[in-house]
């Protein structure tokens, strides 16, 4: 596949979605209220693909690599940023599955090529190891995409006989065995519905539990199942960059939107009649445009390098998944910078409950607050890179 294209079949999901973005827009509102996408949105994109993007070709997916899977977030993201970043999840709880096993991947794709996976990675939870698996208990906040899973990804603690902690994992439980309580009462990316997921006693077998210690230095339990090369890339860093995509679309929505009404809004208290003639207005978007495309080619970049080192047989060493890291956070900080400084150019009035600008940009702003990709930890940690400081950046981020 060519680096600035992408499949005929990813190609089609991504205009499904150009499609649905009446849709998209329509209904966010709705969700916001409702605390969760609308059932025609979910549909929508099981209609369109979306959910078959990162699920292996021989279970009739598409098994899309980094550039791709961004392609689809951002696009969705244009449209509702709750949407897209559910669909980050589950895709990425998607491509976690594809490493698995096989005999877990025919659990959830066999009757199933639309299954839906939400992905929660602290292990905030117990487990008793007995004989086949392990029997699991826990509450696991931010289960964005729970509403509408049919499977979960949920951190449990990996222990050994004796009960001792032995390293972390993922166990993958169905959705009939989870309960979900009401918790999730957020400023933004209200939609998403990620409330928390409770279990209590249920059964993992081992065939369906992945740990993460060796995901991390690319030691995947399904390595070979799947012989695609989306399969291979480095584990976080390639969980974080699914996070990205919707910020893109986002911060793109947020620009069209402003300087789409710019000849029609003017500037209170000042001579200008219409914003689009104030040369501080006209600044403000080239600076907001510029930072968007910066992001936009900060995330392709590092899709291409993780798909490089992937096709290679190399699995990039721990300097390089900081830098990988660092630049993710950065282009996540372009695009807040350029949808907070397109809020205040668009003026008060973008403040309004039924304003379009101020839901993408309370659902950006809090998306921007995720662990996986905040600017601040990401560019401390490459900054100590850089300077030649790994053992400091590994206190910073020891699991990268």
Known sequence: MSESRLSPEI??????????????????????????LTQRVVDGLREAG???????????????????STAVSRQIGYGDGAAAWIYGV????SWVVGLLPLQAQQDVWADNPDAVISLVLPPTSTAEKVDGGYRVTGRWSYGTGSHHADWSLLGMPLVDDRGEMVGAAMGLIPAADLRIEDTWFVAGMKGTGSDTQVATDVFVPDHRVFPLAEAVEGKYPGSGVNPEVSYKPAFVPALALQLVGPHLGMGRAVLDTVVGKASTRGIAYSGYTRQADSVGFQLTTARAALLLDTAELVAREIGQQLYSWAEAGEYPGFPERVGVRGKIGYAVECVTEAVGALVLAHGSSG??????????????????SHAHTLPATGLDAYGKILLGLEKEARVVLPVI
């Open 11 to 36: 190609d089609t999901v991504v205009r499904n979605i150009e499609a649905l973005q009446p849709i998209l827009r329509e209904d966010g509102a709705k969700a916001e209220a409702g605390r969760q």
């Open 50 to 68: 979306a959910f078959r993007v990162s699920v292996p070709t021989r279970f009739g997916g598409y098994a899309a690599n980094s550039v791709e």
């Open 90 to 93: 589950v895709n990425s709880g």
């Open 351 to 368: 403040f309004a409950e039924s304003s379009l600008v101020q839901r993408f940009w309370r659902d950006q702003t809090t998306a921007a």
